[in-house]
């Protein structure tokens, strides 16, 4: 079952920031996130363990709340290569398949 | 190293016609999957391996094929196509270890057209 992103699209204005929300209705082991850009491959961001730790990757830090079974990506003081498909993948449990979201398609505009 | 190779990168077949979509990676990675990818519908699994001579299915198996026989190879085979399996391919390669959990490196992507 896949997780649920949102929202679905953003537009943006450089500089300014933006929260991108996973959810799943089963129990999580891990969240990844990836971003893809448009004709390209996803492309890895960072990865999430349950257990409420957060992480960063330059401006772009994530948080994953296991009770909630919710990770959410923060985008800050966003930049216009910022922009494509922001992707979801969770695993219920260590080495387990993958499962994807249909993914939040983020646009910064000069 | 090359990463995660994929060919062909662009194909049209008739409905009907059979083939395979080829997949390599030379990290050494024991997990290797393959997605499909549909506007609005984000990347669905296809079939998933843990190591040579394991696969198993994922979401979205019907009408596709695959054997991992290598560890670096890890082909897709379409049994007879249709115009409904029409999208953008990725294959994507992991490390696997009991208790850890890895990035996925992913495949430049083969775009299928099925007429």
């Known amino acids: 079952q896949q997780p649920v992103q949102s929202p679905q699209a953003v537009i943006l204005r450089e500089g300014e920031d933006a929260v991108i929300n996973c959810s799943s209705s089963?129990?999580?082991?891990?969240v990844h996130w990836y971003r893809q850009k448009h004709g390209e491959a996803p492309v890895f961001l960072m990865i999430?363990?349950?257990?409420?730790e957060q992480k960063g990757h330059e401006k772009i830090s994530a948080s994953f709340n296991e009770k909630k079974q919710q990770s959410s990506l923060y985008l800050t003081a966003s930049q216009l290569s910022y922009s494509g498909t922001y992707f979801c993948?969770?695993?219920?449990?260590?080495?387990?398949?993958?499962?994807f979201g249909t993914g939040t398609r983020l646009a910064v505009r000069p | 190293n090359a990463g995660v190779t994929q060919t062909p990168k662009f194909q049209v077949l008739k409905t009907g016609q059979s083939m395979t979509l080829q997949c390599a990676q030379d990290?050494?990675?024991?997990?290797m999957s393959w997605y499909r990818q549909d506007p609005g519908m984000g990347l669905r699994l296809i079939h998933y391996?843990?190591?040579?001579?394991?696969?198993d299915q994922g979401e979205v198996p019907n009408g596709y094929n695959v054997s991992r026989s290598t560890t670096e190879d890890f082909p897709l085979r379409l049994l007879s196509a249709a115009p409904s399996q029409t999208s953008v391919y990725f294959c994507?390669?992991?490390?696997?270890?009991?208790?850890?959990?890895?990035?996925?490196?992913f495949g430049p992507g083969t775009r299928l057209t099925v007429t």
């Open positions: 994507a390669s992991s490390y696997s270890s009991p208790g850890l959990t890895y990035e996925q490196y």
């Open positions: 089963k129990a999580l082991y891990s």
């Open positions: 999430l363990l349950k257990g409420g």
């Open positions: 993948g969770t695993e219920k449990s260590s080495g387990d398949k993958l499962t």
């Open positions: 990290m050494n990675h024991e997990y």
């Open positions: 391996s843990v190591g040579a001579g394991i696969t």
